[in-house]
């Protein structure tokens, strides 16, 4: 069974901004650089189309029937040299592949084989930046800004040290999707620090070699809200999917 989840920190008194920050902000960050994190959101895109909700697709044959209606109607000579199309040596029957899978069964969430209709997030469990007396926590990979060129090299770089290359990966655009400022607690009175999160995505790989932390899983959004409840409001309205 996965560890109980655990939020990012202690419940803290948070302020966020779910807006995008400009280029200029990614390569001039604030000269205290010690208290910047640059955290990757690394997702895994649907692998296969997903389910049309009952109302669309209700939606969608009623407006079939209605066009069938109003169709033109072409010639019984048209439409039986049409139909002798497609008969030839050339056509190829195929079994789909189930869309539920093993690990959708075993709810294992250590594969990337689940889940195929869903977006995936990575998300980490050891230590993390700011949290209480260093104990481990779920958390995003993430790197403390030191002397990188710019934040998101700061965001590969960690991403980097998780996966080992980042040759099956695409980061999206230079500026950060949003950040969140930490406030001080009472178990951590000195950790203020702002937090950038930068989006990166799964290309070509249906496996990765995750390390630098004492577990990992792969969840979808509202399984990913349930290892972060004090900050789900923010997480509802960064992540789109």
């Known amino acids: 069974m996965h560890r109980r989840s655990l939020a990012l920190s202690r419940p803290l008194q948070t302020t966020w901004r779910a807006a995008f920050s400009s280029s200029a902000a990614a390569k001039s960050p604030p000269e205290n650089s010690d208290k910047i994190v640059a955290s990757v959101l690394f997702e895994r895109l649907p692998v296969v189309i997903p389910k049309i909700d009952p109302v669309v697709y209700a ?62 997030y990575l998300l980490l469990y050891g230590k993390a930046y700011g949290s209480p007396s260093g104990e481990p926590v779920w958390h995003f990979p993430e790197k403390v800004y030191e002397s990188e060129e710019t934040l ?23 500026a950060p999707m949003g950040h969140m400022v930490m406030q001080p607690t009472d178990n951590a009175p000195e950790s203020c620090y702002k937090r950038f999160f930068f989006k990166s995505q799964v290309i070509a790989a249906n496996k990765f070699n995750i390390g630098k932390c004492e577990d990992f899983v792969w969840v979808t959004k509202d399984e990913l809200l349930e290892y972060f409840p004090e900050q789900a409001p923010f997480l509802t309205k960064m992540i789109i999917s």
Do not use: M
């Not at 139909?83 to 959708?104: M, S, V």
């Not at 998101?152 to 990966?169: F, M, P, Y």
């Open 59 to 120: 939606f969608q044959e009623f407006s079939f029937r209605w066009r069938q209606q109003y169709r033109r109607r072409y010639p019984d000579e048209f439409l039986e040299k049409s139909n002798t199309r497609g008969k030839g040596d050339y056509h190829i029957e195929y079994t789909p592949a189930p869309r539920i899978t093993e690990a959708d069964k075993t709810n294992d969430r250590k594969s990337l084989n689940r889940a195929l209709d869903r977006r995936l």
């Open 152 to 174: 998101r090299k700061c965001a590969e770089t960690a991403l980097q040290s998780v996966l080992g290359d980042l040759s099956h990966t695409y980061f999206v655009g230079n």
